[in-house]
Each structure stands twice: as C-alpha cells, then as structure tokens.
C-alpha cells in the first residue's frame, strides 16, 4: 500500500516538472529582462498596428530619424528598438534574443543585460548615422537649395505616409533623411556577439538541422552583414550598418568588462 503510494506521488511530481517545461509556464520562466523585452516589444507592435487602423500612423513618431530630418527627436533614440515594420521581423527578433541572451542573463544578471542590450542598441543607431553621413557626404550629389527644401518639406510628408520617390536620386536623399529605422536588430547582434564571444565552442544548428560552432556562426553572420551593407542592392531597405554597429559596440563593451575583472 505504501509502495503504491509512493508511486503515484513520484508520477504526480514529475507529471509538474514536464508540465513546467512547456506551455505558458516554461514562458514565467525566462529570466526577467528578457522576458519583459519581449512583452514590450510585443505591446508596441500590437499599438502600431491597432493605431494604423484607425489612421494614426506612430512610426514616424518612434522610428528613429537621421538627425538633420524635421522628424529627428531624441527619444526616437530609445525608441525605435522596440519597434518592428512586420510580425516577421518581430518573430525572428525575439526569437533570437531568447535563443542567444537567455543564457546570457543567467550568467550576467539582468542589470549587466540591460545595459549591455541598450548600449548595442544604441551603438546600432550611432553607426547608421556615421554611415548615413558618409553616403549623403561622399557618394550622392550635393542637392541643390530647392531639393533640398522639396526633401525637407513635402518629403516628410511623403514619408510620414510610408512611401518615397520614384526617382533614384530624390529616393535615395529622402530615404536617407526622412527614412524611418525600427526594430531591435542593433541589440540582437550585439547580443549574439556576446554569446559567440562568451561561450565560442558551443554548437548552434542552423535550420535545427547543421551544426557549427558559435564563434563561426557569428563570423560567419557578421561577414555576409558586412557584405550586403557594402553591396547597398537596390530595394534593400535592412539596416546592415546597424546590425553590425550593434556587434562593434558589443564588442568594446565585452573588452572593456574583461579588462575590468571588478566590474564583470
């Protein structure tokens, strides 16, 4: 009788230990940051879209602008990471930031995963910029004082409406300064940086189906980013400069705790 007890007490325990693996309760336990990232970012595409439907467009408010843009505000600094164009881009963004910065947290705790999610973040935004200023200085045509009252003008508009010029070159000048950038890719690449950085020799398989070494991984990731941001195709509009802003200041910021063992 007792044996039996026993059994069923021993099946019960374990039948919560699965059940707290899956579901809603395997989503409780994730580490604090990171699960509020998620919940948040996940909030502000909901607001777009619920916004959007009643034709109060909010992207323009809270992608974040080149500075030089009637659009511009500081906070769009802060901002523009928890914004996303499309579900897709969201998906892939939170599943990558619980994928790469769980453990990450875990090993950090949350304040130092924080700062370090903002800071690439931010990192992310001030590269764009530099890379901004260097095509609108160096590779396009220094437009004229009527073009550049027709950008500053009726381009913001045309921008504020989610569209942009036909014509290449008043296209590319009004993408540049009226273009809104949005998402938490900056942070996310940092993030997987980190995780290369911090734990090199472990396996991540691509497509759950090919194996390679995080370190590689991240080599690899960081390569093609680089390339596609220099090959600058036509109708591409992903911020690859930003990506790989985000894995530089991730980068230093790494460096500059390992060389401060006090402080990591």
Known sequence: MLTEIYKRIQARLKHKKLMSNIGPLRFLS????????IIINALFFL?????EK??????HFLGLHYPLSPLFRPHQLVSYMFMHGSFMHLFFNMFALWMFGNVLEKVWGPKRFLIFYMVTGLGA????????????????????????SIIMNEGVEVAKQGMNY?????GKLNGLINGAI???????????????MTFPNSMIYVYFAFPIKAKYFVMIYGAIELFSGVANRPGDNVAHFAHLGGMLFGYFLIRYWNKNRNTF
């Not at 949005?182 to 290369?196: D, K, P, Q």
Request: charged letters at 10%; proline letters at 8%; zero cysteines.
């Open 30 to 37: 994730l580490p604090p940051v990171i699960k509020n990232l």
């Open 47 to 51: 607001a777009t879209i619920a916004l």
């Open 54 to 59: 009643q034709g109060i467009g909010i992207t």
């Open 125 to 148: 935004a001030v590269i764009q910029f530099l890379v901004y200023y260097i095509q609108l200085t160096y590779f396009i045509p220094e437009p004229s004082s009527e073009t550049w």
């Open 166 to 170: 036909k014509d290449p070159y008043y």
């Open 182 to 196: 949005v998402g938490a890719s900056g942070s996310v690449f940092g993030v997987l940086l980190a995780y290369g």
